[in-house]
């Protein structure tokens, strides 16, 4: 079991940056692809972006939506992963969450909440204009 609690939301201009953390309890943080989700109030849950257990780019994806802008990265020695978020927007305000994916449904989509099996209890960002 993974347990999973971010923290690095706050508040930002327009054009600012952030970078979000999510640290994992648990020795087989190493064994979980992670991934980032946004919500805000009466919206679905949307996907940011995910790594594999590697910690290489390779194994990174991206929405549309912050391609360019955001990257996952992840320190498997010290069970931490992260969401740097540059050139922030006002429509990036959101509760960002952190998901840990075990790969145990793997006829579901890298890009849907049902895939992961863990999460944190999410980080506010807001980004005024």
């Known amino acids: 079991q993974v347990q999973l609690v971010e923290s690095g939301g706050g508040l930002v201009q327009a054009g600012g940056s952030l970078r979000l953390s999510c640290a994992a309890s648990g020795r087989t943080f190493s064994s979980y692809a992670m991934g980032w989700f946004r919500q805000v109030p009466g919206k679905e849950r949307e996907f940011v972006a995910r790594?594999?257990?590697?910690?290489?780019?390779?194994?990174?994806y991206y929405a549309d939506s912050v391609k360019g802008r955001f990257t996952i990265s992840r320190d498997n020695a010290k069970n931490i992963g992260y969401l740097q978020m540059n050139s922030l927007k006002p429509e990036d305000t959101a509760v960002y969450y952190c998901?840990?994916?075990?790969?145990?449904?793997?006829?579901?989509?890298?890009?849907?909440?049902?895939?992961?099996?863990?999460w944190g209890q999410g980080t506010q960002v807001t980004v005024s204009s």
């Open positions: 790594i594999g257990t590697s910690a290489s780019s390779a194994s990174t």
């Open positions: 998901a840990a994916d075990s790969s145990s449904r793997l006829w579901v989509s890298v890009t849907a909440r049902a895939r992961y099996d863990y």
